[in-house]
């Protein structure tokens, strides 16, 4: 009888604590985040994930399909991304959102008509849009992809009709991201790209032995409903619903007008990426492999401290759009501490690109030749993931500002510059595939570099040279990084010293040392990871010290970042004693 009372009095307990657990958890998944870092810090974590199940997702099709093989399946996305791209990223990035956070602030039931309207008329032009080109599938590669053809071509089409069904998902999916992150809820929608990871990882390892290259494709589709379905429920709790209209509101023809610049430019980038796959099919069939691994490694960086940073403050420099110094405070502390961030990681793929493409892609039909020539894909846009993720930010601060067409202007010219440079490498330098990726990485430059002087001057923060200051400040902090990575690399790699291909054996102070004794053979994973991790630390350090030694405010953020994740904060040493201890500027944006 004692033991059934106590038992009796420790369930209610148990319960108690049960629910509070649950509680917590459900406001952790529903709470706004109500600062940029705070919601950028959620971002990253999960694009981190997101981005790690990215690269397992690729693991997994480098497992079971040759390069060859590959090449055929990620051509088959290019008509379904080309219809998604246009019709629905080219509009929620830059019409969506501002309109709907302005729609919140009038009144709830506006705003829900406007994104179920938008539904609506999405479904309906992605539906007879879908239809036609999944009829005209065989003729348009034909066009895009001239270097495969006969049954290539016929498996191509077949997987490109599947693929199609996984856009009409995302067309609802995408509404709903909007939504949430309007609403300042950054959570559920980071996790969705997890779970449409996941749909591919799981459909390619199950299936693939009975149903070949239709598992990955069967993956896509079952991976794209459970992006839409992770949001629908904290999407319908704030208010969202389907409703039964094509009205034409003021919000919704704000958003078409808002919309159209930016649906034009993003038409324009895919006829970019359609140019990729168009010289790429015309050097071999595995190129378009390598150029797909090499971007997908090089989008980490970039959905990390790029597009993350920049979807969080989009809320926030829309809000502010009409005070315009706190609007340049948010823009400029937010773009010094995505370059603070980026930088040394671009340096960390360029210089160890093959440790890296080997430790991600390396099975047994993964061969030596693809891992040099995705290492070379990757180290070309490694010389580009800065700007990248510069301009994802920079184009966001104009559409704030509600004026799509200045990106959209430049973008487009930058474009053309890209196919132009793509066409030289290829065709006329001769160059393998690292030349799409070489010439992506210029053009991305180009823009980044225009972008910045044009909203510099529109906001009239002062001379260019001098806003870019804290930037050149990370970029000699990372060269000396990357000089030391370099050096460690090869002298602890066993191969540099035994096949002589560096320049540290043939040095004179080298030449008396036994190697054996503590250089580590890099042909074993276990030793090449090892290696890779520690020069990837070093780095890391030396990127910190000299940081501080340029006296970076943006070092700083980052001890503060990290400290608050402590629960306690540090800032830089004053120069002087009489001098208070303030925080940096930037740090009060966030």
Known sequence: MLQQAKACSIRPKITSMVNKILLKGKRFLTSPQDSVLSAATIIMIMVVVSRVLGLVRQRALAHFFVPNDLSLFFAAFRLPDLVFEVL??????????????????????????TAGIVVNIGLLIFVVTSILLSLSAHSAYAIFAPGFSGANRETIVYLARILFAAQGFFVVS????????????????????????????????????????????IGVVFGALAHFLIQLPLAMKLGFR???SLKLTSEVRKIGKLAAPRVIETLFLQVSKTAELFFSSLLTTASYTYFTFGNSLQLVPVGLFGTSIAKAALPTLARQAESLQNFKRTLFSALYDMNFFIIPIATVLIVLRIPLVRLIYGTDIFSWEATVQTGYVVSAFGMGIVFQAVNALLARSFYALHDTKTPVVVSITCLLLVIFFDFVFIRILRF??????????LGSFFQSVTLFYLINKRLGEGNFFRMLFPIFKSIFAALGSGLVMYFLLKFFDRSVWIKRISFIPTLEATKSLHFDSFVLDTRYTINLLILTVFV???????????????????????????????????????????????????????
């Not at 509009?91 to 602030?105: D, G, Q, Y």
């Not at 949430?180 to 749909?199: D, K, V």
């Not at 010290?545 to 004053?574: A, E, H, T």
């Open 88 to 113: 629905v990223f080219g509009t929620f990035s830059s019409a969506f959102i501002p309109v709907f956070t302005r729609s919140l602030k009038k009144g709830e039931k506006n705003a829900w008509e």
């Open 174 to 217: 995408y509404v709903l991201t909007g939504v949430l992150e309007s609403s300042r809820r950054f959570l559920i929608p980071a996790l969705a790209p997890l779970f449409y990871n996941l749909g591919i990882i799981l459909g390619t390892i199950i299936l693939a032995p009975k149903l070949g290259l239709l598992a990955p494709a």
């Open 242 to 244: 389907f409703i039964p």
């Open 432 to 441: 393998d595939v690292w030349g799409l990726a070489a010439a992506f990485s």
């Open 536 to 590: 990837a630390i070093i780095g890391a350090v030396i990127y910190i010290f000299l940081s501080l030694v340029f006296k970076s405010d943006q070092v700083w953020n980052f001890f503060s970042m990290v400290k608050r994740l402590l629960g306690r904060k540090v800032y830089p040493v004053p120069s002087k004693e009489t001098e208070s201890i303030v925080p940096p500027p930037t740090d009060t944006a966030t």
